[in-house]
Each structure stands twice: as C-alpha cells, then as structure tokens.
C-alpha cells in the first residue's frame, strides 16, 4: 500500500511564499513522476507542475517564473516552492506520484489528500 501525505499549506498574503511538502510511504519500488495538481472551487483540477525521475519539469504557464517543484529521490519526497502568490492561486493543492510497488511491474497513478492555500490580504 502507498500513501502520499502533503503539508505546508496556509494563508499568505499577496506576493509572499509557502513550500509545500509531500512523502511518499509504503512498499514503493520506482517512482516515475512527481509534482503536483491544485482545484479552486467550483474548477477543474489542474496540473501546476511535476518533475520526472531523471529532472525533467513541466508547468502550467500560470505559474511559470514563480513555483518550483523539487524531489529528493532518497526521501520519496517532492516540494512545490511558491512564490509571489496571487489571490489566483488559491486551491486545494494535490500531491501525485507515478509509483510502482514491489507487489506490481506496473506504475500506478496516487494522489495525496490535498492541503489547502488561501492567498488572501
């Protein structure tokens, strides 16, 4: 069984920073990527940005120049470092994995359970 648990969510004030955080638990074998999603009320779910096993990294245009997503590969970890928030970039941000397990051949898609950011004066 795997599990992705994230922290580091909150509310901030317009232009100011937060880094998330989020592990990786359980009978992982390889994870593939990682980066993270984010959902506004009443939105779709949207990718913000997610790094591969070997570095390569892709974000949506909205947050280009202002988040960064990082791994430590050692830790089964991923961090999203945000920037100059805007009042836009309130969501609910989701942690996903590509992970396969000792039990599997396959790489199976997991999502954390989300952590909140409210960027708001």
């Known amino acids: 069984q795997v599990q992705l648990v994230e922290s580091g969510g909150g509310l901030v004030q317009p232009g100011g920073s937060l880094r998330l955080s989020c592990a990786a638990s359980g009978s992982i074998f390889s994870i593939s990527h990682m980066g993270w999603f984010r959902q506004a009320p009443g939105k779709q779910r949207e990718l913000v940005g997610t790094?591969?096993?070997?570095?390569?990294?892709n974000y949506v245009d909205s947050v280009k120049g202002r988040f960064t997503v990082s791994r430590d590969n050692a830790k089964n970890m991923v961090y999203l470092q945000m920037n100059s928030l805007k009042p836009e970039d309130t969501a609910a941000y989701y942690c996903n994995a590509a992970i396969k397990t000792f039990a599997l051949d396959y790489y199976n898609n997991y999502w954390g359970q989300g952590t909140q950011v409210t960027v708001s004066s």
């Open positions: 790094l591969s096993s070997d570095g390569f990294a």
